[in-house]
């Protein structure tokens, strides 16, 4: 177990940041990119992208009222 230190984000701009500064100790996941881009056919980005301990991406996701996210998280991940 791995101690975190607790921080407050000021907007929600910075929750990204806090969470791939210490996604490894959160997740278990090994952070690989801010702000990824999904490519020409999808279009958008993904805040946050990292690899499990099986090298498969993991997309921590955040609570809301968009379901959308979560397909939009998928697709890209398919290709």
Partial sequence: MTEVA??????????PGLI????????????????YGRGPVHGGRIDS????????????????????VVNRACSTCRG
Avoid: C, Q, T
Wanted: charged share 30%; aromatic share 2%.
């Fill in 49 to 68: 992208v990292g690899l499990d301990e099986n090298g498969s991406p993991v997309i921590p996701v955040k609570r809301g009222v968009d379901s959308g």
């Fill in 6 to 15: 607790s921080r407050h984000a000021e907007a929600e701009a910075d929750v």
């Fill in 20 to 35: 791939e500064a210490d996604m490894e100790a959160l997740l278990g996941v090994r952070f690989l990119a801010s702000e």
